[in-house]
């Protein structure tokens, strides 16, 4: 979540798109309070227990800590809503119990005892049970004895091993000199085919992106104490601003095309938490945040000389890089109103 601007400082009143919602007023957002990669066979048994009697699909009330599987959270588009968790459960739970690779003699029967078969969708268990016997050609109270049991294992199984079958996907390294089909002897992860992609290469260069504008910051902070003149505190504060703007428009080529959620190594992220990642930012309105980005965007391959020269070509530019300078001069705790 983000700060809202300082007294005084302008805002935008007209609707934000993309990354500009960033630099209005924070809103709450549910946190996942868990990650559940290593479950044990008997926790997620139990888990499933619980779905089984109401019968699927599963519902918020019924998802339990299942939803917070990993191979669970990593096929959810947001974290933050427990309906999509729920939605990515229920695909699992599909593909899992159609298949009962651990019970596949059972595998016709499964979808009907857990409410998945045509006609079975709502109703009792009593009713799932009969109906699951008649797919398996036993006797319910047989079923309900002997088979249901290891049913309820098998699919607690399937769960267990797509989730420690899931994998998070490396956005760079190193390939082997020697063996291109595996990671670089030194540990570094390689390039598989599926991540030359342009989501891919977008997401490393905002994690980049978010890393120099905290490398930025950190030069402003030993700026700003350097006794010796070393350090420029003026060529400090405009490369973090064109670190900013950087990130601004990167940002926003990724939530435009893809969406809120950008992933590394197995970490997600929605971009206003992303952007707080650096360190702090400062309190622009959407319209300002827009306009940086539009600078950028104009400065073209220049680069920071490039984007120092856009800036200053203009009255608004002007505005934002002295605004800027006022805030990295004053100190970034001045600028959330408290105290240096």
Same mark, same amino acid.
């Given at each position: 979540?983000?700060?809202?601007?300082?007294?005084?400082?302008?805002?935008?009143?007209?609707?934000?798109?993309? *990354?500009?919602?960033?630099?209005?007023?924070?809103?709450?957002?549910?946190?996942?309070?868990?990650? !559940?990669?290593?479950?044990?066979?008997?926790?997620?048994?139990?888990?499933?227990?619980?779905?089984?009697?109401?019968?699927?699909?599963?519902?918020?009330?019924?998802?339990?800590?299942?939803?917070?599987?990993?191979?669970?959270?990593?096929?959810?588009?947001?974290?933050?809503?427990?309906?999509?968790?729920?939605?990515?459960?229920?695909?699992?739970?599909?593909?899992?119990? %159609?298949? @009962?690779?651990?019970?596949?003699?059972?595998?016709?029967? $499964?979808?009907?005892?857990?409410?998945?078969?045509?006609?079975?969708?709502?109703?009792? @268990?009593?009713?799932?049970?009969?109906?699951?016997?008649? $797919?398996?050609? #036993?006797?319910?109270?047989?079923?309900?004895? /002997? @088979?249901?049991?290891? =049913?309820?294992?098998?699919?607690?199984?399937?769960?267990?091993?797509?989730?420690?079958?899931? /994998?998070?996907?490396?956005?760079?390294?190193? #390939?082997?000199?020697?063996? &291109?089909?595996?990671?670089?002897?030194?540990?570094?992860?390689?390039?598989?085919?599926?991540?030359? *992609? &342009?989501?891919?290469?977008?997401?490393?260069? =905002? !994690?980049?992106?978010?890393?120099?504008?905290?490398?930025?910051?950190?030069?402003?902070?030993?700026?700003?104490?350097?006794?010796?003149?070393?350090?420029?505190?003026?060529?400090? %504060?405009?490369?973090?601003? #064109?670190?900013?703007?950087?990130?601004? &428009?990167? @940002?926003?080529?990724?939530?435009?095309?893809?969406?809120?959620?950008?992933?590394?190594?197995?970490?997600?992220? /929605?971009?206003?938490?992303?952007?707080?990642?650096?360190?702090? /930012?400062?309190?622009?309105?959407?319209?300002?945040?827009?306009?940086?980005?539009?600078?950028?965007?104009?400065?073209?391959?220049?680069?920071?000389?490039?984007?120092?020269?856009?800036?200053?070509? %203009?009255?608004?530019?002007?505005?934002?890089?002295?605004? !800027?300078?006022?805030?990295?001069?004053?100190?970034?705790?001045?600028?959330?109103?408290?105290?240096?």
């Amino acid at each position: 979540m983000v700060d809202s601007a300082p007294s005084g400082a302008p805002m935008d009143q007209t609707p934000a798109l993309g *990354v500009g919602r960033l630099f209005e007023p924070a809103y709450a957002r549910e946190v996942v309070p868990e990650v !559940w990669t290593v479950p044990d066979a008997s926790d997620i048994r139990v888990e499933v227990r619980r779905v089984l009697r109401p019968g699927l699909p599963a519902t918020i009330q019924t998802a339990g800590r299942l939803q917070y599987l990993s191979g669970v959270l990593a096929r959810s588009p947001r974290l933050d809503e427990a309906a999509l968790r729920v939605v990515a459960l229920n695909r699992v739970f599909e593909a899992v119990i %159609t298949k @009962l690779e651990a019970e596949p003699a059972l595998a016709s029967g $499964a979808p009907a005892l857990f409410g998945l078969a045509p006609g079975t969708t709502g109703t009792t @268990l009593t009713v799932r049970r009969e109906r699951a016997a008649v $797919a398996l050609g #036993y006797d319910p109270e047989y079923l309900r004895k /002997h @088979l249901e049991s290891r =049913i309820v294992a098998a699919v607690a199984e399937g769960l267990r091993t797509d989730t420690l079958r899931y /994998h998070s996907r490396t956005l760079f390294g190193g #390939y082997d000199i020697d063996r &291109h089909e595996r990671p670089a002897t030194d540990g570094s992860p390689s390039v598989e085919p599926e991540d030359l *992609v &342009h989501r891919e290469e977008l997401s490393a260069r =905002i !994690w980049s992106a978010v890393y120099l504008l905290r490398a930025e910051f950190i030069a402003v902070g030993l700026a700003k104490v350097n006794k010796d003149g070393s350090r420029d505190f003026d060529a400090a %504060t405009d490369n973090a601003l #064109y670190a900013m703007a950087l990130q601004l &428009h990167l @940002l926003d080529q990724y939530v435009s095309t893809y969406g809120e959620r950008i992933m590394r190594s197995g970490l997600e992220h /929605h971009v206003d938490y992303l952007v707080r990642i650096a360190g702090w /930012h400062p309190p622009f309105s959407a319209a300002e945040a827009a306009h940086l980005r539009m600078i950028i965007m104009r400065a073209g391959a220049g680069g920071l000389a490039g984007f120092q020269a856009a800036i200053e070509a %203009t009255d608004h530019g002007r505005s934002l890089l002295t605004q !800027w300078r006022k805030w990295m001069t004053n100190g970034w705790k001045d600028a959330h109103g408290d105290p240096k």
